[in-house]
């Protein structure tokens, strides 16, 4: 049953909703080799053996959002709040550039603090040292003038995950937060012309096969530029503390049939992945992954930004990550591309 699916997903790149969740819920082992066998084609036959790089800068841990999920939440009064300034991310990209990246990915808690001015020097300056660099937004949920206004100056993508699919589940999750106003602002960002990013958790409490398949129909209607899978991980300052993680083998279940249902969608094989088992991020790379994201922040603000417990690479240097996530790559098979590497979409519309 689950193999006829599969080979209906690789050659038609879409089920019905009812398929996809008995597919969900009833692969075995044999099911899951054919499936990362497609995703893995799939992803080849779009991108080739490429695996893109992108550092990220992690510039500043404080949030107005109380997610249930996160450890930056505002209710957590236990961690200490950084910001960088706008020189220190400078110097980050600096460095980054020296070490070969093409994309800079500036992500933090939804901190309004930035003045909408200091956001636009940032992204302007960058992209007026750098003219071969992509810059990449993960801020959060901000006014449509100041999206408008950061596109304008430079910035050319935009990470907004839609956490989940399921209205009452995000609902739980986000209790500061609007389901509809995070898909509205979805589709603002790609008319103002950004490249987008949604992406989900998997193994979120309560989720079920159903609310997988509605983040899996979601992403295909969307057909956004990128999607960023992880799973859920607990932390312990945060209602979910004592919450189950999400496994493994579900996460990369989810990327490789995101690969079969978007397929020219680039997909990171995320941080989250590799925290949960050391080799997470090559499994995902051979589940149809095609994008790593290492660490570029500074090493002395890399563990207060902990969405999740036992985060990856808090003690190491950017160049470590550089040599750690390159040796990675190739250990799979594939090969790394340092050019800015847009999404295929993207480079198709041109
Ligand atoms: N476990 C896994 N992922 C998390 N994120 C935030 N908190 C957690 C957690 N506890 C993810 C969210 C967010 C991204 C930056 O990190 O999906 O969009
Ligand atoms: Fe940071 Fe491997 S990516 S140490």
Known sequence: MSNKLIEKLYHHHVLTKEELVALISGLEEEGKKLLFHYSLQTKIRYYGKKIYMRGLIEFSNYCKQDCLYCGLR????????????????????????????????????????????????????IKEIYEDVAVTLSIGERSKELYQQLFKVGADRFLLRHETASKTLYEKLHPTMSFESRRATLKMLREIGYQIGAGFMVGLPDQTAEDLAEDLFFLKELNPDMIGIGPFIPHGETPLRNAVAGSLEDTLVMVALARLMV?????????????????????????????????????????????????????????????????RITSTGMEVDLSRGDSFQFEKNK
Not at 265 to 293: H, S, W, Y
């Open 263 to 327: 397929p020219e969608a680039l997909l990171p094989a995320t941080t989250a992945l590799g925290t949960l088992d050391l080799k997470g991020r090559e499994k995902a790379i051979l589940a149809g992954a095609n994008v790593v994201m290492p660490n570029l922040s500074p090493t002395k603000v890399r563990p207060l930004y902990e969405l999740y417990e036992n985060k990856i690479c808090i003690d190491d240097e950017p160049a470590h990550c550089r040599d750690c996530i390159e040796k």
């Open 74 to 125: 505002s209710s957590n009064k236990k961690i200490e709040r950084y910001r960088l300034s706008a020189e220190e991310i400078l110097q980050c990209c600096k460095e980054g550039y020296r070490l070969g990246y093409r994309t800079f990915v500036l992500q933090s808690g939804e901190d309004f603090w930035y003045e909408e001015d200091q956001l636009i020097y940032i992204v302007e300056k």
